[in-house]
């Protein structure tokens, strides 16, 4: 079916080759022409590059990751555009500690000074939100070979969050301890909260591909019950699997 013009309407884009190792996507959110809309955004373990642009309003900021659902007002004509980095591949762009930036909101300027300022003053004159994402693509630097950090992190990925520590201490080659400090300063999550993250987003994607057949999912997902499986739905989301699928 058509979607409503009148609300907003997300896509995502795949990144260039050159930076899928750093990107997990590019996405759109197209404005829609209702007064004001309520949008849920879910926790993701990632960490996004935000450019708004509305009537009265133009702005550029970083999204640090998130440990809770947040509900934004999106206004009435108002475009989004991002960049979404994988977890642990965000600080290297932006140089800072990934635990300063929890839950967190500031500047893209704040950080990478006259270059966000010149990025802005572009992305504001793009005549198109495609084009908005290639100037988003443009801006991120090519990183160097993974480390072994960031290689342990993917390998979590992958594994939808289904580790133990013990595991993904092992894989970057650190006491778990180590790994817990490091991996608090580069995503900005601990490694058990990141993976608690990991394991809902397969639940919400297993969700909503199978909607009303619930039997197998918490095991399929790792969960240990049904129940642990709705407590960490609603966590994360604020409802159950039921009510979220009810809309």
Not at 116 to 134: D, K
Not at 162 to 167: F, K, P, R
Request: aromatic fraction near 8%; charged fraction near 20%; proline fraction near 8%.
């Amino acid at each position: 079916m058509p979607s409503n013009p009148e609300f907003p309407v997300y896509f995502e884009v795949q990144p260039p080759p050159h930076l899928a190792g750093s990107l997990e996507c590019l996405w759109i959110m197209r404005p829609g022409w209702a007064p004001a809309v309520t949008h849920r955004v879910f926790p993701d373990g990632c960490a996004d590059i935000l450019f708004t642009a509305g009537p009265c309003r133009r702005s550029l900021q970083l999204v640090g990751p998130m440990t809770r659902f947040q509900d934004f007002q999106i206004p009435s004509r108002q475009l989004l555009v991002g960049a979404r980095f994988h977890p642990g591949m965000w600080v290297p762009q932006i140089d800072t500690s990934g635990s300063l930036l929890t839950d967190q909101m500031p500047l893209l300027e704040d950080f990478w000074g006259q270059r966000a300022r010149t990025l802005l003053s572009r992305l504001a004159e793009a005549t198109t939100p495609e084009r908005c994402i290639s100037l988003l693509a443009e801006s991120i630097r090519n990183g160097h070979a993974p480390t072994a950090l960031q290689r342990a992190l993917a390998w979590m990925r992958v594994r939808h969050g289904s580790v133990s520590l013990d595991e993904i201490a092992n894989q970057a080659g650190f006491s778990p301890r180590q790994f817990r400090r490091l991996c608090l300063q580069q995503t900005g999550l601990s490694p058990k909260l990141l993976a608690r993250i990991q394991r809902f987003r397969l639940a919400l994607s297993q969700v909503r591909a199978n909607a009303g057949r619930h039997a197998h999912l918490a095991a399929d997902c790792g969960y240990f019950d049904q129940s642990h499986l709705i407590s960490e739905f609603q966590r994360f989301s604020g409802r159950t699997p039921a009510d979220f699928l009810a809309g």
